[in-house]
């Protein structure tokens, strides 16, 4: 058997030439420099507009050029992890137990329908604490 020789590249070759990172525009757009939008403010601004609440799309009904969650508000929260379980579990029940699935049901979907009933509800609570708002939602119980 003979032995085989490694292939040396030679110098001058343009496989030797470093590689430079460079990025293409995708469309004829991105060639042109990005002009500010007056609509948008810096986000670092100081100063503070007033709060307007937006006018939020029927929950019932899918958005009309998407899927529903795209129409919505990103609202974060802070759950307990017995919370955190305990819906998933409900989730898991509630999803089982349906006879269609034209929607999928999540943990959001959930969350949306407690903050609705609890909207309805709220001229019920009274408090100063998360605990005594809590008491206060809640059915009252006959004796």
Excluded at 1 to 13: G, I, K, Q
Excluded at 59 to 69: E, N, Y
Excluded at 87 to 114: C, G, H, K
């Amino acid at each position: 058997m003979t032995r085989r020789e490694r292939a040396v590249v030679p110098a001058s070759s343009p496989i030797r030439t470093p590689l430079q990172p460079h990025v293409e525009p995708i469309n004829r757009a991105a060639d042109q420099p990005e002009q500010p939008n007056p609509e948008v403010r810096n986000s670092r601004s100081t100063e503070v507009s007033e709060s307007v609440t937006p006018e939020v799309p029927d929950s019932q009904s899918p958005a009309p050029d998407g899927p529903r969650w795209a129409a919505l508000e990103r609202k974060e929260t802070r759950l307990r992890a017995d919370q955190v379980q305990d819906l998933a579990a409900l989730r898991r029940r509630v999803s089982a137990q349906r006879t269609t699935r034209s929607e999928i049901i999540t943990d959001n979907t959930l969350i949306r329908i407690a903050v609705d009933l609890l909207l309805e509800q709220g001229d019920r609570l009274a408090g100063d604490t998360e605990a005594e708002l809590l008491r206060s939602a809640r059915p009252r119980r006959r004796s």
